[in-house]
């Protein structure tokens, strides 16, 4: 689930000196998807660019990686975590190994946060290199496709090495986000983040991560 108190915790940023955000390439409107788009418009995600107290960086993984366009590619036997640790792979949807190729781009973007000094990361949910709550556990385009709890492989990598991660669908943190980089914004206390909403809760509810997953 997502760090709130080191939300609202962030500094207030300037336009001198504005808040470094890494962002997945796609939510920032970059055609880098497995079928060569965006992977649809995410407004919630798509806001940041418009503040002039935020700089975005923008990196994706997998483009970096495979390409684009390319093959979907999912995870298998765990999550991003496992991958890192040798437990689990990154297979394309025709079986093909691209678990190094995926380790290699997380480690590229890890090393571009550092760099940058990034403060906070806003990812892509349910990608397999950039998810932070939710993941495809196996083949999505399977006939019975499923998910898990758990982060992509870049997304791990990054939360390893002490960076925070929210993703386009933790409304409840945009909403501190943006009233950070613009003190005006009245935060709307009704948003939630994607680790409460009931599909989450229903879907996970036997899960032994649901009460037990660490704060991102």
Not at 59 to 88: N, S
Not at 94 to 99: A, E, L, M, Q, V
Not at 155 to 179: C, M, P, T, W
Request: proline letters at 3%; glycine letters at 8%; a negative charge.
């Amino acid at each position: 689930m997502t760090d709130i108190a080191y939300l609202r915790q962030l500094r207030i940023p300037t336009t001198e000196d504005p808040l470094r955000i890494l962002m997945s390439a796609c939510l920032a409107g970059v055609t880098c998807g497995y079928d060569g788009t965006a992977n649809g418009t995410y407004p919630s995600a798509l806001r940041l660019l418009g503040y002039a107290t935020a700089r975005i960086v923008r990196f994706c993984p997998e483009e970096a990686a495979f390409g684009a366009p390319r093959e979907m590619c999912d995870l298998h036997g765990g999550d991003g975590f496992d991958v890192l640790d040798g437990k689990a792979k990154m297979l394309s949807e025709s079986g093909i190994d691209w678990t190094d190729g995926i380790i290699e781009a997380a480690h590229s973007m890890l090393h571009l946060a550092q760099n940058e000094k990034i403060e906070l990361a806003v990812m892509m949910d349910i990608s397999g290199a950039c998810g932070s709550q939710v993941i495809y556990d196996g083949n999505r385009f399977g006939e019975n496709k499923k998910y898990q709890i758990g982060a992509g492989v870049a997304a791990a990598l990054l939360i390893r090495n002490g960076f925070k991660v929210i993703s386009q669908r933790d409304f409840a943190s945009l909403e501190l986000l943006y009233h950070k980089l613009d003190p005006t914004h009245v935060i709307d206390s009704s948003r939630i983040d994607h680790h409460q909403t009931d599909w989450y809760l229903e879907y996970f509810k036997d899960s032994p991560k649901l009460n037990t997953t660490a704060q991102l």
